[in-house]
């Protein structure tokens, strides 16, 4: 049995996977598989993978039709055959160090769930993203249920980073690794109904409620290409169907691990976490060919609907982003053409400075 399992779904990923398989190949901890899940690109990242899988027998080849990276996801975790998994994107790469580092914590604690830091890469820069402000050790179940809030919105952190900008870090799969047995015995997966937008983020929080001992680093294991065209910076006309979705994946977590409720007020926050997605990728992007004003009396209807209208009475506010109490304070309106006018004004100042 290999230490560790890491699933890399592919798709159109042809000109990033040299680099993403000379990481994962190169890793100083050996004892690894590499399970490539081609998830019927159409560019030539299949042959990549079987160019690497011809080289070096730890690396596997899953050729499937496209299905999704959720479901290309499952398709790697149930070949994997490793004590933990790690999940890593076609694009991205890791540092040679990174499973070595986090085997070494495995090792010493036993934790379930081994957690690390990433570098995230622009063109022209990159940004070291620390999760927490120091490393740990814990099986305290309210410690653990301070990490799940810190999942659903990032303000929550315990331990609050020394620059508070890890905001879209905590619910990846790609700064952790996971013990393959929990997710096994827990019947873990990835949501197919949400089509890749948030499955990762998801997985994480049923990853935290099922984990009986975490840990942290502090140590980079994980480089994140930031590319304009991912699935979560796109245009999406279905994007209200997924967030439904979203939002029924969510209540069936709650069900089932917050019969008290005591995560009903950071739930709020995590929907108007949706809503402002929502905002940003459908209604105000000029991809959608909806007119304008069409757009605007849309988007008034639809805060006045559930969750959204619930979560904007219910969210604490102090705990959101000065972007989202704006929205949420529109939402309690219910008025959509006012939503225009502060994200049109703080695009403005952002390129005035």
């Known amino acids: 049995m290999p230490k560790i399992s890491i699933i890399v779904p592919c798709y159109n990923v042809e000109k990033y996977l040299p680099q993403c398989l000379d990481s994962l190949t190169g890793q100083t901890l050996r004892d690894i598989e590499i399970i490539m899940v081609d998830d019927g690109s159409p560019d030539g990242s299949g042959a990549v993978c079987d160019l690497y899988a011809g080289k070096d027998p730890r690396v596997k080849v899953i050729?499937?039709?496209?299905?999704?990276?959720?479901?290309?996801?499952?398709d790697g975790l149930a070949a994997a055959t490793g004590e933990y998994v790690f999940f890593c994107d076609g694009d991205d790469w890791m540092p040679p160090d990174a499973c070595e580092l986090l085997?070494?914590?495995?090792?010493?604690?036993?934790?379930?769930?081994?957690f690390g830091d990433?570098?995230?890469?622009?063109?022209?820069?990159?940004?070291?993203?620390?999760?927490?402000?120091?490393?740990?050790?814990?099986?305290?179940?309210?410690?653990?249920?301070?990490?799940?809030?810190?999942?659903?919105?990032?303000?929550?952190?315990?331990?609050?980073?020394?620059?508070?900008?890890?905001?879209?870090?905590?619910?990846?799969?790609?700064?952790k690794i996971v013990k393959r047995q929990m997710l096994t015995r827990a019947q873990i997966n990835f949501d197919l109904r949400v089509k890749g937008i948030y499955d990762d983020v998801i997985f994480s929080a049923y990853v935290l409620a099922e984990a009986g001992?975490?840990?942290?680093?502090?140590?980079?294991?994980?480089?994140?290409?930031?590319?304009?065209?991912?699935?979560t910076r796109v245009f999406k006309k279905n994007i209200l169907d997924i967030n439904e979705a979203i939002f029924a994946s969510w209540e069936e977590f709650l069900k089932t691990y917050d019969p008290k409720g005591e995560l009903r007020q950071v739930?709020?926050?995590?929907?108007?976490?949706?809503?402002?997605?929502?905002?940003r990728?459908?209604?105000?992007?000029?991809?959608?060919?909806?007119?304008?004003?069409?757009?605007?009396?849309?988007?008034?209807?639809?805060?006045k609907t559930e969750p959204y209208r619930s979560a904007a009475k219910a969210v604490e506010t102090a705990k959101l982003t000065?972007?989202?109490?704006?929205?949420?304070?529109?939402?309690?309106?219910?008025?959509?053409?006012?939503?225009?006018?502060?994200?049109?004004?703080?695009?403005?100042?952002?390129?005035?400075?």
Not at 128 to 156: G, K, V
Not at 213 to 223: M, R
Not at 281 to 303: C, D, H, I, W
């Open 63 to 74: 050729h499937k039709t496209n299905g999704g990276v959720s479901a290309a996801r499952n």
């Open 103 to 114: 085997w070494a914590e495995v090792e010493q604690t036993g934790a379930d769930v081994v």
């Open 118 to 175: 990433i570098w995230r890469s622009w063109q022209d820069r990159d940004e070291y993203m620390r999760l927490f402000q120091q490393t740990f050790r814990s099986e305290d179940p309210a410690f653990i249920r301070e990490l799940i809030r810190t999942n659903f919105y990032y303000t929550y952190c315990p331990l609050v980073p020394l620059r508070d900008r890890a905001d879209g870090c905590y619910g990846g799969p790609w700064n």
């Open 213 to 231: 001992k975490v840990a942290y680093i502090g140590k980079p294991v994980y480089n994140y290409r930031q590319v304009p065209t991912s699935m």
């Open 267 to 279: 739930y709020a926050a995590n929907v108007i976490r949706r809503l402002d997605h929502a905002v």
């Open 281 to 303: 990728v459908y209604f105000m992007t000029p991809a959608n060919p909806e007119p304008e004003g069409q757009r605007k009396r849309a988007l008034s209807r639809l805060m």
């Open 322 to 353: 000065k972007r989202h109490r704006v929205l949420t304070h529109m939402t309690r309106l219910g008025w959509g053409g006012g939503v225009w006018l502060a994200y049109h004004y703080n695009d403005w100042r952002k390129k005035r400075r």
